[in-house]
């Protein structure tokens, strides 16, 4: 098999399984015990928070809150934000951001919120009732980078909170929240080679954030529910990991990958659209329009032949609709339709890419006489 949608999930590495295991089989006490047995499992826990607090430059690791995954913080972000906010009724976020926080704005406008969605720079868009601005670090289908550093700065010199989806980023490019003043981030597991069903949220501390679950005092009472002590353990190894592959250069090298396989396509079909390429964009993705053609026939023959790829995010396959991403980026339906996600991984070889290209070239050509 050769796997081109690490967007959508990656596998857990051998180092993240093992990390786990004792704390299925050994150290399966409840880390929230008085008694020693409960307490050991405690300091693993304590030992993640550091390793996702380094991945990300927080200052402190009390400062990360471990969630189900990258939806959940995403909810707990924007509506626990809210919640501790009453006065202010107004929301800032863009268009593109994943459906975990656009379905959740949309129902904020059901509640009697005013949401702003601006794709170009939506830190213009703060005003006296804002109460939260969210934007993601890096856009999941296109692989796009926003300006971060610049929307944190102008949310707190007026002193608006930011909440950021870093689910794509984290891992990818560097992410050092002692110099870029967000307010709360989040990420997710399944998208570094950690399990799915455990992700975070940072917390900057002095950040105003109710709770969505009431129940226990776990997570410094900010996320109540007896901990997924494995799921957190193989969370921070995977954390520590990504962070040894940023430190070794081996983002560059997927990024020389990427372009050699863009650069190859543009020159066997001249007529396709690269989306995102004249903006920064995370080293692995390559989101590619081949308009008049099919982009779920695409993925679909080359499922045929052992390669995985996608449309878009995997959250919104089964949509007839097409991506809103690409709509928002000013693509025609004929172009958003034919549009092929491939994300590479730190395991992606060239000869793999090759393959790729080979297979795909014989593809395009078949659709192309058929249509």
Not at 180 to 202: C, E, F, N, R
Not at 252 to 261: Q, S
Not at 358 to 366: G, M, Q, S
Request: positive net charge; proline residues 5%; contains cysteine.
């Amino acid at each position: 098999m050769i796997y081109l949608d690490n967007n959508a999930t990656t596998r857990v590495l051998p180092e993240v399984m093992e990390a786990m295991l004792p704390f299925y089989t050994e150290l399966w006490g409840n880390p929230s015990s008085l008694h020693p047995f409960g307490a050991q499992v405690a300091k693993h826990i304590d030992k993640a928070r550091e390793q996702a607090a380094a991945l990300l430059g927080a200052q402190r690791e009390s400062e990360i809150v471990f969630t189900s995954g990258g939806t959940e913080s995403n909810n707990l972000a924007i509506r626990g934000t809210l919640l501790a906010n009453p006065g202010k009724k107004h929301i800032v976020t863009t268009p593109v951001e994943h459906p975990s926080v656009l379905l959740l704005c949309q129902q904020m406008e059901k509640e009697g919120y005013e949401v702003t969605y601006a794709l170009d720079h939506p830190e213009k868009s703060i005003g006296e009732n804002t109460a939260l601005v969210s934007v993601m670090w890096a856009n999941n289908e296109t692989g796009v980078i926003f300006p971060i550093e610049k929307i944190a700065a102008v949310c707190r010199e007026k002193n608006v909170p930011l909440h950021v989806d870093a689910t794509q980023a984290a891992g990818k490019i560097p992410i050092d929240l002692r110099q870029v003043p967000v307010s709360l981030l989040s990420i997710s597991g399944h998208k570094l080679h950690a399990p799915k069903g455990i992700g975070a949220l940072y917390v900057r501390r002095g950040t105003r954030l109710n709770p969505l679950f009431h129940g226990g005092h776990q997570e410094r009472s900010r996320r109540a529910g007896t901990e997924n002590v494995a799921g957190i353990v193989g969370f921070g190894k995977a954390c520590e990991l990504a962070q040894e592959r940023l430190k070794n250069g081996v983002m560059e090298k997927i990024t020389e990958l990427r372009d050699r396989f863009e650069k190859t396509l543009a020159q066997k079909f001249p007529w396709i659209r690269i989306n995102g390429k004249e903006n920064r964009r995370l080293p692995n993705t390559s989101s590619i329009s081949f308009e008049r053609l099919e982009g779920e026939a695409i993925c679909l023959l080359l499922g045929e032949e052992n390669i995985c790829v996608s449309t878009g995010s995997a959250c919104s396959a089964g949509s007839l609709e097409p991506s809103h991403v690409l709509k928002a980026m000013g693509l025609n339906a004929k172009q958003a339709r034919g549009t092929v996600r491939f994300s590479l991984g730190f395991e992606t070889t060239q000869e793999e890419i090759n393959q790729t290209i080979n297979t795909l070239e014989k593809i395009i050509w078949r659709l192309k006489r058929t249509s």
